[in-house]
């Protein structure tokens, strides 16, 4: 007899790789989104309300911008189980503007 255990799917990680999801205005990122789950989940991306297309729960924002900052992006995963708690994620761009880093920094050393 073979049992095959099914499980809802759950975020462990959405993330751009980076320290405090900061990024310099004009790098390209990453961001990437894993979930658990049996079967293995789809993806759901969202940015504020826009559906994005991603591929295995990752996406690419190329020349980002301070206007990224507007969003906050999210991340549902989901499959024949069930749909999973979303995630969020907001990031950070640093722009030419220096007055930005003291709080970056600030950010930092409270994580």
Do not use: W
């Not at 099914?6 to 004009?26: I, R």
């Not at 993806?43 to 190329?62: A, P």
């Not at 995963?77 to 999973?84: A, K, M, R």
């Amino acid at each position: 007899m073979t049992f095959i255990l099914s499980d809802q799917p759950a975020v462990k990680t959405f993330s751009t790789g980076t320290p405090a999801n900061t990024l310099k205005q004009g790098a390209t990122v990453n961001v990437t989104c894993i979930a658990d789950g049996y079967p293995p989940p789809a993806y759901i991306i969202k940015r504020g309300n826009q559906m994005l297309n991603s591929t295995d729960g990752r996406f690419v924002i190329t020349n980002i911008q301070l206007s990224e900052e507007d969003y906050t992006y999210s991340c549902t995963p989901n499959n024949t189980v069930g749909t999973g708690a979303a995630k969020t994620l907001k990031i950070t761009v640093l722009g030419k503007n220096k007055n930005h880093l003291p709080a970056i920094v600030d950010t930092l050393t409270k994580q």
